[in-house]
Each structure stands twice: as structure tokens, then as C-alpha cells.
């Protein structure tokens, strides 16, 4: 039960396009199309921004997006806003009916 | 509106045990695998546990594996999740959350509680 590798920061200026990684292997992110990405602020409680791989809660603008090649999942955030600066973390399910989040990302606004 | 309330985190010595809960309203409770995640200060998150909407299946982190026991009380609406052997590791804000879709295993999390704070120290 490994956590999934993410980049520990990633940054941006207002209005660039920023992706973060996530990688893991062929038992969870290769081997199912369950990658889900939440938003943390400080303090707070994680927020759901994505399902599926690339499917949208209602609600998520659609700055969000989400893809997948192989074993590494990616989150873009497209025209970077202040609001985006936060931590965000990938999940999988696994082969082994298990659940796992990767380690994290503080995106950083310029 | 989903509302989930954890309670019963507190200050706990190394090897004790306690017992958190997690009211839910706002959904059929029974149609949703739950689960519990935790965030030590500081930390990343970690997935602890999960229990499907009938009960009957449970899986754990191996961090945890024999220490700690996912339940719920459906006619309740509530969540469980008994803590023994306590670490001080095991310190961190224990979130309850529900599964984004109904009568399958738990594939993501569509809402999560505040958070319950645990700290184990003697």
C-alpha cells in the first residue's frame, strides 16, 4: 500500500495552465480508471474536484480537467486563479479492493 | 444536503483505545460504502479503512490491520470506527467520508466530515 507519487510543488502564474502527476503502478492507477483528485485549503476538509479519471462533480469548473497514460494520472488547472493555491491530492482504488492517495501537491500561485 | 459529523477524537495514552462515530444525514445511508481517512499534522493523507452499505465487508490499511474496526449501525445512521493499541503515529485528524456512488466498493469520495482530532500521548 504505497502512497501514489505527486510532485511535492508545482506553481504558476494567473491564467497559465499547470499539471500535476501522479504516479503509480499497474495494481491501482494502471490497472482501473478510478483516479479521483480532491483540493485541501489549510485547515480544511478535502474537497472533491474529479472522479473517474476525467469526470467533473457538478459544481468543479471546468478549469479542471483530468487524464491518464498508463500508470501516471494528470490534474490541469487551466487560467491559474489566486483561489486555486491550495494541496491536492490523487486516489485510486487498488487490486487489492483497497484505496490509496498519492502524496500530495501544493500548487502555488505567483 | 450530505452532512456527515465525526465525534469523539480526544487525547488518548499510547496503548488505550477509543472509539469515534460519524453521524450521517442528508442520503440513504445503506446505499453507501463509508470510510475513514486520516491526516497526521502536517501530513498527507491516508486512507484507513472502508466498509461497504450493507456491512458486511470491510477492508483495512495495513497500518492498521488488527488494531482497528470499521462498523456501522444503518437503523442509526452512523459510522464507526473502534481504535485500540493506540501509536503515537496513529495522532491525526480522522476524517468520515462517503463513497461518490451507491452498492459498489469504494472508488472515490464524493463528501467528506470536518474532521475529529486524535492525538495519542502519554
Known amino acids: 500500500q504505497s502512497a501514489l507519487t505527486q510532485p511535492a510543488s508545482v506553481s504558476g502564474s494567473p491564467g497559465q495552465s499547470i499539471t500535476i502527476s501522479c504516479t503509480g503502478t499497474s495494481s491501482d492507477v494502471g490497472g482501473y480508471n478510478y483516479v479521483s483528485w480532491y483540493q485541501q485549503y489549510p485547515g480544511k476538509a478535502p474537497k472533491f474536484m474529479m472522479y473517474?479519471?476525467?469526470n467533473r462533480p457538478s459544481g468543479v469548473s471546468n478549469r479542471f480537467s483530468g487524464s491518464k497514460s498508463g500508470n501516471t494520472a494528470s490534474l490541469t488547472i487551466s487560467g491559474l486563479q489566486a483561489e486555486d493555491e491550495a494541496d491536492y491530492y490523487c486516489?485510486?482504488?487498488?487490486?487489492?479492493?483497497?484505496?490509496?492517495f498519492g502524496t500530495g501537491t501544493k500548487v502555488t500561485v505567483l | 444536503e450530505v452532512q456527515l459529523l465525526e465525534s469523539g477524537g480526544g487525547l488518548v495514552q499510547p496503548g488505550g483505545p477509543l472509539r469515534l462515530s460519524c453521524a450521517a444525514s442528508?442520503?440513504?445511508?445503506?446505499?453507501?460504502?463509508m470510510s475513514w481517512v486520516r491526516q497526521a499534522p502536517g501530513k498527507g493523507l491516508e486512507w484507513v479503512s472502508d466498509?461497504?452499505?450493507?456491512?458486511?465487508?470491510?477492508y483495512y490499511a495495513d497500518s492498521v490491520k488488527g488494531r482497528f474496526t470499521i462498523s456501522r449501525d444503518n437503523s442509526k445512521n452512523t459510522l464507526y470506527l473502534q481504535m485500540n493499541s493506540l501509536r503515537a503515529e496513529d495522532t491525526a485528524v480522522y476524517y468520515c467520508?462517503?463513497?461518490?456512488?451507491?452498492?459498489?466498493?469504494?472508488?472515490?469520495?464524493?463528501?467528506w466530515g470536518q474532521g475529529t482530532l486524535v492525538t495519542v500521548s502519554s
Open positions: 486516489s485510486s482504488y487498488t487490486s487489492s479492493s483497497t484505496y490509496v
Open positions: 467520508a462517503k463513497a461518490d456512488r451507491t452498492k459498489v466498493n469504494l472508488v472515490a469520495i464524493g463528501n
Open positions: 466498509i461497504s452499505g450493507s456491512g458486511d465487508t470491510t
Open positions: 473517474d479519471v476525467s
Open positions: 442528508g442520503f440513504t445511508f445503506s446505499f453507501y460504502a
